[in-house]
């Protein structure tokens, strides 16, 4: 029998794409999940930084104080056969990823509206990206190895405009009757075999300012907006090595609660899009005009 090696643990110095410094946001026009995005992720700049272990760390990020949470013996795996698209089988992985949510949230609701595969390597991506149409659509999805914020303020208030119009009954639903009370967009991703390569990393929230984020404007199949990141030193990373499918990531990527003090082979994963609602937390005065100055909708 064959063992794969496991990656070394501990702190590893790793270089991480980040904006330039004299990035111009007014030419930053990509088209997610296409060749062309895929090259454009290898012209960032890419400085070198310190992730820590959480394995060989006292450090324990939680999802309302550090925006990202990792989480061990989760209870369930999601299949690889989720790739073919079988629909029972993805409604009873939604309904255990809405369980997790609940669970180390304390939303009273949540609900999943999409998920992503990725299982394609990204050198092997990136080779195929320079003899390919740039417009052409990737036919595997791999890491994103670039630091982002998957929404922008505004993108992330005007897809829930965007899904109560288009998006299913239920979700439509939940954001037409839940959203006068405290609700977020979270991330929750999961190995599909253990990381061998391409590790995960995630930055402490609190170590990350609004001005260390640039808009990038994202065109074709979907339009909104992403946060890219330039680079500062005072940035904290993470991440767990050898992560099995036993385990998970949410991450935070929206929350109208604005309190910031709030108490070997490729990489194979798994990320699901989910809305979560707190019923119990009413939005105050302060966060209604927050998220009315900065909803806008994408034409």
Known sequence: MTISPLMPAGPVQVSIGYLPEDYDPTNAHIELGTFGHQLYTTGLARPKVRLIDIRQSDFRPTIDQNGFEFCENIGFRVPFALKDGNEELRDRVYAETVRLLKEKTGAAHAVVVSHTLRLALYDKVVDDAKCEDPNKRLPDQTSAQWAHVDQSYACALSSKEALIKYGSEEIADALKTRCDSRWGIINVWRPLARIQREPLACSDGRSVSDDDLRVCRMVGGAVGEVWQAVHKPGHKWYWASNM????????????????????????????FRCIVFWDDQPLTEEERRFAFENTYLSS
């Open 244 to 271: 099995t499918p036993d385990e998970g990531y949410l991450i935070k990527c929206f929350d109208t609660r604005i309190d910031r003090d709030d108490s070997g082979p490729a990489r194979q994963s798994c990320e």
